[in-house]
């Protein structure tokens, strides 16, 4: 079988690679993915081949990647942040039922709810749930139900995608929904440019999060009824008696 | 200041470890953790200082972390997985309030959300909800409002701590309440000792995830109303067009 390795390289910064995932990508010939990810990647392993394409681009990239490692090549598909969520690795497999010779390994990365956390302190610290606001391939009904029952259930939230160009006004939307069951005190954190220069962090109210500026960098979190302020960090107790 | 890390060492294996994580836990003087994990790094860095506890022992053991570290010892705290997921980040930092001197940072790492992931497939492919079936800080109707809701808005769901020898009914409890929102035929899936010698994985219908053998080392999946097996794999598509 020839190998086709999948792989998240975390938010940006060589150093929240993992050791097998720098390991995998040392290995390969090819390196595949979206341009910026590729050009971060680039930085270190120079001597590689690259298939570059750009956004909305994901399956001319899966194909030229599935391609390559059926014809023998030792092909790395790179994501940001982990390679399953939201990443390349399920439509690599689906697509993958095309090329029988490859087998798909997926190396697990840091995905921007866990590294957007240890920025702002513990925010996750008891059950949540993940959520992306883009709506290109998921109906808004359906985002709109899943924010209701999250906030209803009092879940952490940590919210993909917040906006976009297109999209600017969705983080205000989701606001709007989460305040019909959250306290308005309730409280937020927003992370841009997680792990890569110009990381900024900021701890708000969820009644202000409508108003704060985010893009596709950008990783909002959502306190459940118990999450506070300790010394600056965001904290959601486990229920520790401290 | 002095510096107190809380590093997640992701599910076992080293190569999990970010190269941050290696980094940080070479400086340091004194690892702290749970008998089983100081274990893990003992093995790669035996010539460090050891504060070990064992289980319900967390406060001590946070206690000894952060007074280690007031008096200018270069501390680190790991934790299995992610260091805020069900880990010791937050109660650090509660219990920090005490030691005004100790600033705690968080070291991202892979929890078993995504570890277990990796080892099905891409399960987590679309918005996902993680619970802890572990009711010795939360009480079982939280636990169980929270299965309802996830499973009525369609989420992936990612269950930690699916059993124990105490509670070795509770995946069946969780089961009875995802089916009465989800189909018999939802793909799930059970991957034990993640990343670590006797890994195992299954992949089997919702009707029969009651009767799996779990225990204090599994990590449970239950797929979304999308999710398939696609060669063998869980896979819960994004929702591109293939």
């Not at 202000?208 to 302020?229: C, H, P, R, W």
Request: aromatic share 8%; hydrophobic share 45%; proline share 3%.
């Amino acid at each position: 079988m020839n190998q086709l390795y999948v792989v998240g390289i975390g938010p940006g910064e060589y150093s929240f690679l993992t050791l097998e995932a720098e390991r995998v990508l040392k290995d390969s010939e090819i390196i595949a993915g979206y341009t910026v990810y590729v050009n971060l990647a680039k930085r270190y392993f120079s001597d590689k081949e690259f298939i570059v394409t750009g956004m909305r681009q994901e399956k001319k990239r899966c194909h030229m990647a599935l391609e390559a490692a059926s014809q023998g090549k030792k092909v790395c598909v790179v994501c940001s942040g982990d390679a399953g969520v939201y990443g390349m690795a399920g439509l690599l497999m689906e697509m993958g039922m095309a090329y029988p010779t490859v087998e798909i390994t997926v190396v697990a990365g840091i995905t921007a709810a866990i590294s957007g956390a240890a920025v702002l302190g513990a925010p996750l610290g008891h059950d949540f749930a993940a959520i992306s606001l883009s709506d290109l391939m998921t109906p808004w009904e359906q985002i709109a139900k899943r924010l209701a029952a999250a906030a209803a259930a009092d879940f952490c939230i940590c919210l993909y995608n917040p906006a976009s160009k297109r999209r600017s006004d969705y983080l205000h939307r989701a606001c709007r929904i989460l305040l019909e069951q959250q306290q308005p005190e309730t409280i937020c954190g927003v992370v841009r440019n997680i792990g890569r220069e110009g990381q900024k962090r900021q701890i708000l109210p969820l009644s202000e999060l409508a108003a704060a500026e985010v893009d596709m960098f950008t990783t909002v979190f959502i306190g459940n009824s118990q999450t506070k302020v300790v010394r600056g960090q965001m904290v959601t107790p486990r229920g520790y008696e401290i």
